[in-house]
């Protein structure tokens, strides 16, 4: 099953301007969230999703419908990018600006007005938390805990073992923890 | 007075959190909770961070965007003929630079032996590594622990592991199939004469590779510190 109308994809090999533009419109979101909770900031996802897209073209001839879903083929290419990209220019990032903007879009649930606005606050904090983390400990967060991938799956995109990426994964999320109880509690985070 | 420590707790907690701690840690775990508040804060507070990260909802991607990519995508069609012009090039150059070495080695004799030898010596060396296969697997294994959990920055776990890679050595020195000579067959590009001593001071890259292959001369564990420089000694966390 590839979950892609074989007319479009057609369409898209053979450059059709306005089949990418249905394209983008419908898997777009997903590419355009993963580059962000990567880069952190909405002009940058952009970039990164027009790359990815770029990169979708060049590389499509060799996507076989009975190979599996496009989504799934889609996405596999949007985290190879982001994180090349992500690790490239990591270093010129070491004073990551954050997207008050974006995080402002967050849409809040239903819930009373005090609760939503506590989780909300944490929110803010966990996600300013993470951008701060190093690469070794961001990336499996945003694999795992964010895209939803497995541990394995998560390994495989980064290039580590599974066991690296669990102890990573705690050590991430410990240090988010502990960030987010001294803030709470008015205290510097421990070292 | 609890069996782990919060060091120990901590490493515990996201498996918890993930229901796949093993029993008998779960128990560990669940008593030192009891017993510690800072803990039981920590592991709250670590749901609250996995929870918020799971639940961060989608943004919507930028009015236009799709029309943005799209024109980026056709503005790039030109790209893969360019793309596949330079392959075609390359590939030439790659096709003369082998016929011309291919012609160099044929018409020169001291070449083309030279070249035997270079076989003839790769192939000792082949079957000298595949002889100690199950060693060099071994030593890589704990290398690539070593390595990295350098990138890590957990010197005290790089010193941890470079000291179990010493009792490795020194258990290896001691089996009755080490006491046997065991040198590296003639013609062996990985010579076995890296003498005991050399390694005590500042080891270069080419002086560790000859470690692993022949660690009868090895003098573990390596030097943190060069001759010449102070450098407080790596400390293990619970020292800290």
Redesign the interface.
């Known amino acids: 099953m590839s979950d892609i109308d074989p007319d479009l994809l057609r369409r898209c090999r053979e450059g059709d301007q306005a089949a990418w533009r249905d394209l983008v419109s419908e898997h777009g979101r997903k590419v355009f969230n993963l580059a962000y909770r990567f880069v952190g900031r909405v002009d940058e996802a952009e970039d990164v999703t027009q790359e990815v897209f770029v990169k979708v073209y060049r590389s499509l001839d060799r996507f076989r419908p009975s190979d599996g879903s496009f989504p799934a083929w889609l996405m596999t290419v949007a985290r190879h990018h982001a994180i090349d990209r992500y690790r490239r220019r990591r270093d010129e990032r070491l004073h990551v600006a954050g997207d008050p903007a974006a995080l402002a879009a967050v849409p809040s649930q239903d819930e009373g007005p005090l609760k939503s606005l506590e989780r909300e606050e944490r929110q803010h904090l966990v996600h300013r938390g993470l951008r701060a983390l190093p690469p070794t400990l961001r990336e499996p967060l945003i694999l795992c805990d964010l895209e939803g991938l497995s541990r394995e799956e998560a390994a495989a995109s980064l290039d580590v073992p599974v066991g690296t990426v669990k102890s990573r994964l705690n050590r991430g999320r410990l240090e988010l923890a502990k960030r987010l109880l001294a803030a709470t509690s008015g205290s510097a985070p421990r070292a | 007075m609890t069996g782990i420590d919060c060091a120990r707790a901590?490493?515990l907690?996201?498996?918890d959190?993930e229901g796949t701690l093993d029993a008998l840690f779960r128990g560990d775990l669940q008593a030192h909770l009891a017993a510690c508040g800072r803990c039981r804060?920590?592991r709250s507070?670590?749901e609250?961070?996995?929870e918020?990260?799971?639940?961060?909802?989608?943004?919507?991607?930028?009015a236009g965007?799709?029309?943005?990519?799209?024109?980026?995508?056709?503005r790039?069609?030109g790209?893969?003929a360019r793309r596949g012009r330079l392959l075609r090039v390359q590939a030439a150059a790659a096709a003369v630079a082998i016929v011309g070495t291919s012609a160099l080695y044929a018409t020169r004799g001291p070449a083309l032996r030279q070249g035997k030898r270079l076989v003839e010596r790769a192939t000792n060396t082949g079957v000298y590594v595949m002889e100690r296969k199950d060693r060099l697997l071994e030593d890589v294994r704990i290398l690539r622990v070593v390595v990295?959990a350098a990138?890590?920055g957990r010197l005290d776990r790089v010193n941890d592991r470079v000291e179990d890679y010493r009792r490795l050595l020194e258990r290896r020195r001691s089996s009755p199939e080490q006491k046997k000579s065991e040198g590296p067959p003639e013609g062996s590009a990985l010579p076995a004469e890296a003498a005991a001593g050399e390694l005590s001071t500042n080891p270069s890259p080419s002086k560790l590779v000859k470690l692993y292959v022949d660690e009868r001369t090895t003098t573990w564990p390596l030097p943190m510190t060069r001759p010449g420089r102070s450098r407080a000694p790596m400390r293990r966390r619970s020292d800290r």
């Open positions: 901590e490493e907690l996201s498996d959190y804060a920590l507070a670590l609250d961070v996995v918020d990260l799971r639940r961060a909802p989608d943004l919507a991607p930028p965007l799709a029309e943005r990519v799209a024109a980026a995508v056709v790039d069609r790209t893969p990295s990138f890590e």
